[in-house]
């Protein structure tokens, strides 16, 4: 609902740790979903990454559904193939 977020807000919004979200935002990265930028802290250390969706949600869930239904669809296969092997 918010147009770019920190990597600490996302930490806070998810209840996820830190090393979960770098996991996370790397797997969104590599599918093309959102990019990110640093900026330099406003205190002394290390610059926060900021985060935005670089494609619309519908489209992102659009790419989840098609993929999750192509796993679906794998698995099945998967169970005839032993149900022919076993009758």
Do not use: F, H
Request: net charge positive.
């Amino acid at each position: 609902n918010i147009p770019e977020a920190t990597s600490r807000a996302i930490e806070r919004g998810t209840d996820l740790r830190q090393p979960e979200v770098s996991i996370a935002m790397r797997y969104l990265m590599d599918q093309g979903w959102i990019t990110s930028r640093e900026s330099k802290a406003e205190s002394k250390g290390r610059p926060v990454k900021i985060y935005e969706l670089s494609k619309p949600i519908t489209d992102i869930m659009d790419s989840i559904e098609k993929e999750k239904k192509k796993e679906a669809t794998n698995q099945l296969a998967m169970i005839q193939k032993l149900r022919d092997y076993i009758g």
